[in-house]
């Protein structure tokens, strides 16, 4: 069965730092596509950035870019120069069919 | 502000009852997913229509149901309420139903089983 994991419940980063969320996934198929979703204190859920397992190129958006390591499912999420609204629940998730799966989040604060 | 709307924001009831969340996609979505956030189970998928039809199944419970209406709005009813129900409860939409859409999400419903 497919999980998602994110061995991180927490983080924290001093502002304009740059900081790695990990996430690793298991899953046996071959295609399939990776997001990262943030979750701020209003609890609504926003796609960060999306990844499509048979593109090798990283995903990258703004100051939001991914690490995707497909033999060693991995799939981490760099943030370049955080701010202080980068603070929230990062969720990693994985689609492939039916199967829509999340991590359990990562908490990332922002240090001022 | 995804363009997806939730009602209602709250909702409060008791165990045995039966509530309907509504949902309404941004507009030219024609996909709708619920989803399920728990402090236990984390997010978890439920359901997702697409154009009016069922297209994708996740852990959905038989006491819960959904439905997507012509115009595109889709409801999801829960019904003999459990404790555990209480949870957030996400709607979301995205263009078609391929693969790669990005979903949008909306800023939930969250419900309290007493």
């Known amino acids: 069965a497919q999980t998602v994991t994110q061995s991180q419940p927490e983080m924290s980063v001093q502002e304009a730092e740059t900081v790695t969320l990990s996430c690793t996934y298991d899953?046996?198929?071959?295609?399939?596509?990776l997001f990262w979703y943030k979750q701020p204190p209003s609890r609504q859920m926003i796609l960060v950035i999306r990844?499509?397992?048979?593109?090798?190129q990283n995903a990258t958006e703004n100051r939001f870019s991914v690490n995707f390591q497909k033999a060693a499912k991995s799939f981490s999420l760099k943030i370049s120069d955080s701010q202080l609204g980068d603070a929230a629940m990062y969720f990693c998730?994985?689609?492939?069919?039916?199967?829509?799966?999340f991590g359990k989040g990562t908490r990332l604060h922002i240090l001022p | 502000d995804s363009g997806v709307t939730q009602t209602p924001k709250h909702l409060i009831t008791a165990t045995g009852q039966r509530v309907t969340l509504r949902c309404s996609p941004r507009?030219?979505?024609?996909?709708v997913y619920w989803y399920q956030q728990s402090l236990d189970q984390g997010l978890q998928f439920l359901i997702q229509?697409?154009?009016?039809?069922?297209?994708a199944k996740g852990n959905i419970l038989e006491r819960f149901s959904a439905q997507q209406f012509p115009d595109l709005h889709s409801e999801l009813n829960l019904s003999s309420l459990e404790l555990g129900d209480s949870a957030l409860y996400f709607c979301?939409?995205?263009?078609?139903?391929?693969?790669?859409?990005?979903?949008?999400f909306g800023p939930g419903t969250r419900l309290l089983v007493l």
């Open positions: 979301a939409s995205s263009v078609g139903d391929l693969l790669q859409e990005t979903q949008y």
């Open positions: 899953t046996s198929e071959s295609d399939y596509y």
């Open positions: 990844q499509e397992a048979y593109k090798q």
């Open positions: 998730a994985y689609r492939r069919d039916d199967k829509i799966i």
């Open positions: 507009s030219g979505d024609l996909s």
């Open positions: 229509y697409y154009n009016g039809e069922e297209r």
